[in-house]
């Protein structure tokens, strides 16, 4: 599972805009229902942020 955070994490840094998880599964080729995982790891742990309503980046 760290892998799959890391791979999504990347591609949210790659991305350079706040993105949806449906924009991460076409950049990644990961299954939603991973991709839907790791964001909800990644925000528990605060390494994401939404600023536009279902959108995240990487926080700063």
């Known amino acids: 599972m760290e892998d799959t955070n890391k791979t999504v994490l990347d591609a949210m840094h790659a991305a350079g805009e706040p993105v ?20 909800a790891a990644l925000k528990k742990t605060g390494d994401i942020e939404s600023p536009v309503r279902c959108k995240w980046q990487p926080k700063a």
């Open 20 to 39: 949806n998880a449906g924009k991460v599964c076409e950049m990644t080729g990961l299954d939603r229902k991973d991709v839907d995982k790791a964001m």
